[in-house]
C-alpha cells in the first residue's frame, strides 16, 4: 500500500551493479564533448565494480562514442522514438541510434514531461518502442514540489511507474533501470536527504514487486537523480535501495564527475 514500509527493502543486495550516468542536457558543442568523454574514460580506468555512462545530445552522441571506444563508459541517448523510421519531423529513432553505438536510452526525464509536455502514455510509447529494438531505457520518475508537499510522492511515483511500464513484460523489464528524480531537487541546489531518497527507492521496488515479482524487482537498479554532488554521492550510494545516480550539473564538469564515478 502506499507509504507502507516495504517488507524487503533496506536488505543491501551485492547484485546490483552500481549505475552512475551523466546527463549532459542541451550542453557542450562536439569538440567540448569529446574533450570531456576522454576525462571520464580517463577517470573511470580499472572501475570493474561499477558502471559508468553518459548522455550527450543527439549531434555529439558518435564522435563520443568513438571517443570512448577502448573504455567500458557507456554512450546514451537523452529520448528517443518509437519507430524505425517515418513522418516524425525533429525525433531520432532507435536504429539510429544503434547505427553509431549506442544501447542506452534516458525516457521521461522530468524535462521531458514538464517542459515539453510528455506524459505517461508517450514516455510509455518511447519505452516500449526502445524495449522492441533492444535499447536499455532508463525510465525517470519523481514528484514536484507541489506534489511532495500535499503528501501525493507515492501516488504520483507509482502513477509513472505502472503507466510508464505498461505492456512491459517481466523479460523485458530486466532491460530497465529506473531513475528516482525529485522535481524539487533538479537544479534546484535542494538535494533529498539520504533518508528521503531510501524511502522513495524502497517504495519503487515495492512497487515493482507489486508489478512483477520480488525477485525481478531485487534485480532492477534504481538510480537517484537530483542535485547529485560529490559531497553527497558517498552518503546516498550508501543507502540499501539506492543504485546509483543520474548526474546533472556535476556530470559536465571532468573532475567533480570523477569524483562521483570513484564513490566510496
Known sequence: GHGMPCPYSGEYNMTRTPLIAGNWKMYLTRAEAVELASAVADAGKGLTDREVMIAPAYLSLAAVKEA????PVRVAAQNV???KQGAFTGEISPPMLQDVGVDMVILGHSERRHVFGEDNAMVNRRLTGALQFGLTPILCVGETLEEREQGNTFKIVEE?????????QADQM?????????????GT??????????EVHAFIRCALADLYKKTLADSVRILYGGSVKPENIDSLMAQPDVDGALVGGAALQAESFARIINFT
Open 189 to 198: 541546489g535542494k538535494t533529498a536527504t539520504k533518508e528521503q531518497a531510501q
Open 160 to 168: 509513472q511507474l505502472s503507466q510508464g511500464l505498461k505492456d512491459v
Open 68 to 71: 570512448v571506444a577502448d573504455s
Open 81 to 83: 522514438a518509437w519507430e
Open 174 to 186: 530486466e532491460q530497465v533501470v529506473v531513475a528516482y528524480e525529485p522535481v524539487w531537487a533538479i
